[in-house]
């Protein structure tokens, strides 16, 4: 199983990004994704995440209102759409797979992921 995070890239604060996350070598129809970001020199933290079996979707506090994640079953794909991004959202993103589903009080849980993809930085100039 592989995933590969892309999207990531330099913008401008208020602009929106979209993010993606492909799996590979197992097709995601009974797991949960899980979106993390790490900025310099901090712990990796949660951002949003999505149980595939019901489209149940869970965001931590930053994300609420501005960010989006979603899945497309055909791309085997789960995005993330960030909208009026600010510098404190400058960090590499991880998406993350869980197989099977998670309750919601697990998805921050770093441990409770089997797969990690390997990134994309995400650098939001002021």
Not at 92 to 107: D, E, N, T, W
Request: positive net charge; hydrophobic residues 35%.
């Amino acid at each position: 199983v592989q995933l590969q995070a892309s999207g990531g890239g330099l913008v401008q604060t208020g602009a929106s990004l979209r993010l993606s996350c492909a799996g590979s070598g197992r097709t995601l129809r009974t797991d949960s994704i899980g979106w993390f970001r790490q900025a310099h020199g901090k712990e990796r933290e949660f951002v949003a995440g999505i149980r595939w079996t019901d489209n149940n979707k869970f965001y931590t506090d930053f994300a609420k209102g501005r960010f989006t994640i979603s899945r497309d079953n055909a791309k085997n794909t789960v995005y993330l759409q960030m909208n009026s991004l600010k510098p404190e959202d400058t960090a590499v993103y991880y998406c993350a797979l869980k197989i099977g589903s998670l309750i919601q009080s697990s998805f921050k849980r770093e441990l409770a992921y089997d797969y990690w993809g390997q990134g994309t930085l995400v650098t939001v100039s002021s």
